[in-house]
């Protein structure tokens, strides 16, 4: 069964500094998404990026970026300039890219934004 | 806004009873997930609805249940409701993109409060 992890409850970081947030999962699967979404105190879940296994090259939005480690089976989240905005909690999630499309959410990140 | 709309935002009520929750997904969308976010943890897949019919199931309890109907929206049942029932729960829906990504977008949830 795949899962998910994320070894840090919570994060800090300073204003406009740059931040990594951390995450491995486990699957036997060659081919599947990563993705991390953001939930902000409003509760709705939104997507910050997405990446595709089988692409070496890391997804980047803006000032979000990943570091996809496929062997190590390491997705790791930088968000750059950091902004009170980003304050959230951040999951990882893992999706299969045949059969069923359920995701399997890591247990989360909270990211506090020092002013 | 997702496109995905669940209703109601907040629901509170007493141990032992029942509840329905409803979700309506984006037009066109065939597919509806159920989440389940306890407390501070990541969402829990419970259930897979794909045109009316089931499609995979996650840690849902026997005294949950889903359906989904012919106008796509599904509704999620839960009954002899526990403490431990209390939760946020969000439904998404899917389309199979250009290029055969399939994107899951998330309604804003239900919060569920059991007493």
């Known amino acids: 069964a795949q899962t998910v992890t994320q070894s840090q409850p919570e994060m800090s970081v300073q204003e406009a500094e740059t931040v990594t947030l951390s995450c491995t999962y486990d699957?036997?699967?060659?081919?599947?998404?990563l993705f991390w979404y953001k939930q902000p105190p409003s509760r709705q879940m939104i997507l910050v990026i997405r990446?595709?296994?089988?692409?070496?090259q890391n997804a980047t939005e803006n000032r979000f970026s990943v570091n996809f480690q496929k062997a190590a089976k390491s997705f790791s989240l930088k968000i750059s300039d950091s902004q009170l905005g980003d304050a959230a909690m951040y999951f990882c999630a893992y999706r299969r890219t045949s059969g069923t499309y359920k995701y399997i959410f890591g247990t989360g990140t909270r990211l506090k934004v020092l002013a | 806004d997702s496109g995905v709309t669940q209703t109601p935002k907040h629901l509170i009520t007493a141990t032992g009873q029942r509840v329905t929750l409803r979700c309506s997904p984006r037009s066109g969308d065939l597919s509806v997930y159920w989440y389940q976010q306890s407390l501070d943890q990541g969402l829990q897949f419970l259930i897979q609805y794909y045109n009316g019919e089931e499609r995979a199931k996650g840690n849902i309890l026997e005294r949950f249940s889903a359906q989904q109907f012919p106008d796509l929206h599904s509704e999620l049942n839960l009954s002899s409701l526990e403490l431990g029932d209390s939760a946020l729960y969000f439904c998404a829906s899917s389309v199979r993109l250009a290029g055969g990504y399939n994107e899951q977008f998330f309604g804003p949830g239900t919060r569920l409060t059991v007493l």
């Open positions: 699957t036997s699967e060659s081919d599947y998404y």
């Open positions: 990446q595709e296994a089988y692409k070496q």
